[in-house]
């Protein structure tokens, strides 16, 4: 299997009539830097251009949510709790 390796997170959610979660589509992508030439008549310009590429895209039924969050808690211990804590400070602090 060749290795893939992802800095970047997209999510998309798709709920029912009542705003529950039916779906959600968790997006792989690897974002980097890349230099880039064009001619001109001045001359050759350099520039460092931002890429996006998509990795991969999952698609989690609910039941999924709730596994993919089941063993991220087993897997992490007691640091899944510090991490979602952290997370609910930064929403507070931003408002959310």
């Not at 959600?24 to 008549?41: A, C």
Request: charged share 30%; hydrophobic share 40%; proline share 2%.
């Amino acid at each position: 299997m060749k290795p893939c390796f992802s800095n970047a997170f997209g999510l998309a959610r798709n709920a029912n009539q009542d705003g529950r979660t039916v779906e959600l589509q968790l997006d792989f992508l690897l974002r980097y830097m890349e230099g880039e030439s064009q001619i001109t008549k001045d001359g050759p310009i350099s520039a460092s251009v931002r890429k996006t590429e998509q990795v991969t895209s999952v698609l989690l039924t609910r039941d999924g949510v709730t596994a993919l969050i089941a063993l991220l808690r087993k897997t992490l211990g007691d640091e899944f709790d510090e991490i979602v804590s952290f997370c609910e400070a930064q929403d507070e602090l931003r408002g959310d």
